[in-house]
């Protein structure tokens, strides 16, 4: 569970995305850069990467959010930034540069015991009070 200063939550999203025509670029130096790329994105935006997979053709992202951050905004975010760093940066060195399908997937994952929405409530009832 985390928190922010309204809200406590466990906001989890499986995003899914690939390469323009499907192509497998994300091998080698690429993947690792690519990877590298995400990590300091999630760094920059509070963003917390639980799982992370750069598959040759497409790449699975497992991230914590707080819920001020829609799913669309967390696509656009890793999708268009990643894209944008990875050409300014390596471009010209590789030849290829990395160019994403507009499309993605996101899911939610998460879980909250009822033991865990009873403590929530007697808390608050408890600041209440």
Do not use: C
Not at 70 to 93: E, M, Q, T, V
Not at 108 to 126: C, D, F, L, N, P
């Amino acid at each position: 569970m985390k928190t922010t200063r309204h809200a406590s939550y466990n906001l989890n999203y499986h995003i899914v995305w690939i390469p323009k025509y499907r192509k497998s670029v994300l091998v080698g130096d690429v993947a690792t850069r690519v990877r590298d790329i995400l990590h300091e994105i999630a760094d920059d935006k509070g963003l917390e990467i639980i799982d992370l997979t750069v598959q040759p053709d497409h790449i699975h992202l497992f991230v914590s959010s707080p819920p001020k951050h829609a799913p669309s905004l967390l696509a656009n975010w890793f999708k268009g930034i990643s894209s944008w760093k990875y050409n300014h940066r390596h471009a010209d060195h590789d030849g290829e540069k990395i160019k994403w399908v507009r499309g993605y997937y996101a899911g939610t994952a998460g879980h909250v015991s009822s033991e865990t929405v009873e403590k929530y409530i007697q808390r608050h009832a408890e600041d209440e009070q």
